[in-house]
């Protein structure tokens, strides 16, 4: 059993910032990629950031410059640094992972219950 749970979103202004936190719990063996996703109502889900075990990491273009995705791996925690936050970034935030479990020890993916991150004009 693996369980995701997203925690730090809020209602902020137009440039304000938020920072989301993801920390995975349960018989984890190694996560490999993580990421964060998100989901306007009426939109599809959209990867907005993720990030491999060893560092790389990869954007959506309408977020570069602007959010930060890291990761602490003793923690088994991935974050999610949003700065001069948008009205079109307004959706439910996502926590993804690709993991390793104890038993059985193959990768599978997980998602966390979404937080919700509302910026006002």
């Known amino acids: 059993q693996v369980q995701l749970v997203e925690s730090g979103g809020g209602l902020v202004q137009t440039g304000g910032t938020l920072r989301l936190s993801c920390a995975a719990s349960g018989s984890i063996f190694r996560i490999n990629a993580m990421g964060w996703y998100r989901q306007a109502p009426g939109n599809q889900r959209e990867l907005v950031a993720a990030?491999?075990?060893?560092?790389?990491?990869n954007y959506a273009d309408s977020v570069k410059g602007r959010f930060t995705i890291s990761r602490d791996n003793a923690k088994n925690t991935v974050y999610l640094q949003m700065n001069s936050l948008k009205p079109e970034d307004t959706a439910v935030y996502y926590c993804?992972?690709?993991?390793?479990?104890?038993?059985?020890?193959?990768?599978?993916?997980?998602w966390g219950q979404g937080t919700q991150v509302t910026v006002s004009s």
């Open positions: 990030v491999t075990r060893i560092g790389s990491t």
């Open positions: 993804n992972a690709d993991i390793n479990t104890i038993a059985p020890a193959y990768g599978k993916t997980y």
